[in-house]
């Protein structure tokens, strides 16, 4: 393989880490801040891409960013309404939210499942436009995705060191220590979610402005690979402060896409990436457990041998 090939699927793979370790943050908060395993992230990230695509195509390109935001933060809120107003377990009022995204994204989309952005402007090509001329007039979308990155670490890094943070991250420690403190577990549930699917919508509508498409089934999978990337940038930075924290699973949702490129590149059949996805899913997952298990499976052996 050329290195001007090489160099450019790593871009590719580290655009992408970026704009999807978006979501990863979102989960981030949700799963690790919160302790609510969120399943509405595929459907949130296409109707951010669903409604930030229509807001663009209308000629409001930095508005979509905003509505996809606005429309994931909804997403956000009713799944925490199920969850904590109505009595619905978290996992199922995810699974049911996520149904009913399918059905409003067609209808966002106008009745049809795929959206073309080609004559549109958008952020990146209004970043293009910018860096013209200029060193950096190739990575007009690795400049964006880093600036969004750093403005949503920043965003959650000071969020959570507010009252109504700190008070997010104690629901996800004890939730009857919050109860008995006065503060109440609905309230920053319903706030949790709604930031954490905000991020997960911006992250959805700047995929769709950067490839200039959007179609229904943008967000199959997007909660296995926010889930790994989460995973996998654990493995990198599990401990210190949330800024840190929030780095390392942006590093895990880059990694991730470098694996995913990496397989691309084998000639693998398309239909064998979701396996892919999975296989890095049961990796990251198992490998704190077996790393603490090697130090007795090495005695085993050795005492194995000794007989």
Same mark, same amino acid.
């Given at each position: 393989?050329?290195?001007?090939?090489?160099?450019?699927?790593?871009?590719?793979?580290?655009?992408?880490?970026?704009?999807?370790?978006?979501?990863?943050?979102?989960?981030?908060?949700? =799963?690790?801040?919160?302790?609510?395993?969120?399943? !509405?992230?595929?459907?949130?990230?296409?109707?951010? #891409?669903? /409604?930030?695509?229509?807001?663009?195509?209308?000629?409001?390109?930095?508005?979509?960013?905003?509505?996809?935001?606005?429309?994931?933060?909804?997403?956000?809120?009713?799944?925490?309404?199920?969850?904590?107003?109505?009595?619905?377990?978290?996992?199922?009022?995810?699974?049911?939210?996520?149904?009913?995204? =399918? !059905?409003?994204?067609?209808?966002?989309?106008?009745?049809?499942?795929?959206?073309?952005?080609?004559?549109?402007?958008?952020?990146?090509?209004?970043?293009?436009?910018?860096?013209?001329?200029?060193?950096?007039?190739?990575? =007009?979308?690795?400049?964006?995705?880093?600036?969004?990155?750093?403005?949503?670490?920043?965003?959650?890094?000071?969020?959570?060191?507010?009252?109504?943070?700190?008070?997010?991250?104690?629901?996800?420690?004890?939730?009857?220590?919050?109860?008995?403190?006065?503060?109440?577990?609905?309230?920053?549930?319903?706030?949790?979610?709604?930031?954490?699917?905000?991020?997960?919508?911006?992250?959805?509508?700047?995929?769709?402005?950067?490839?200039?498409?959007?179609?229904?089934?943008?967000?199959?999978?997007?909660?296995?690979?926010?889930?790994?990337?989460?995973?996998?940038?654990?493995?990198?930075?599990?401990?210190? !402060?949330?800024?840190?924290?929030? /780095?390392?699973?942006?590093?895990? #949702?880059?990694?991730?896409?470098?694996?995913?490129?990496?397989?691309?590149?084998?000639?693998?059949?398309?239909?064998?990436?979701?396996?892919?996805?999975?296989?890095?899913?049961?990796?990251?997952?198992?490998?704190?457990?077996?790393? !603490?298990?090697?130090?007795?499976?090495?005695?085993?052996?050795?005492?194995?041998?000794?007989?």
């Amino acid at each position: 393989m050329a290195f001007d090939s090489l160099l450019g699927l790593g871009q590719t793979a580290l655009e992408l880490g970026l704009i999807s370790g978006l979501t990863v943050l979102a989960l981030f908060l949700s =799963y690790i801040m919160l302790n609510v395993c969120d399943l !509405s992230t595929d459907g949130c990230f296409t109707l951010g #891409a669903a /409604v930030g695509a229509v807001v663009a195509i209308s000629g409001h390109p930095f508005l979509a960013i905003i509505a996809a935001m606005g429309a994931g933060m909804t997403s956000g809120f009713v799944t925490a309404l199920l969850q904590t107003k109505m009595g619905i377990n978290s996992l199922l009022a995810g699974i049911i939210v996520n149904t009913g995204l =399918y !059905s409003i994204n067609i209808w966002v989309m106008g009745n049809s499942s795929l959206l073309n952005m080609n004559k549109t402007e958008t952020v990146f090509t209004m970043m293009k436009s910018l860096l013209k001329d200029t060193p950096f007039s190739g990575q =007009y979308k690795l400049v964006i995705a880093l600036i969004a990155v750093i403005l949503v670490i920043t965003v959650l890094s000071l969020f959570m060191r507010t009252k109504l943070g700190l008070a997010i991250r104690a629901t996800g420690d004890n939730p009857d220590m919050v109860k008995s403190s006065s503060i109440n577990p609905a309230f920053t549930t319903i706030v949790g979610l709604s930031v954490a699917n905000a991020f997960t919508g911006l992250s959805g509508c700047l995929l769709a402005q950067s490839q200039k498409s959007v179609n229904i089934d943008i967000g199959t999978g997007m909660v296995t690979v926010a889930l790994a990337s989460l995973l996998i940038g654990g493995i990198f930075i599990s401990r210190g !402060s949330i800024p840190k924290r929030a /780095v390392g699973v942006v590093i895990g #949702a880059i990694v991730f896409r470098i694996v995913y490129t990496i397989a691309l590149r084998l000639n693998m059949p398309a239909f064998m990436l979701k396996l892919v996805s999975s296989i890095i899913v049961i990796i990251a997952i198992s490998a704190p457990y077996l790393k !603490s298990q090697w130090p007795m499976i090495k005695r085993r052996r050795a005492a194995r041998c000794l007989k």
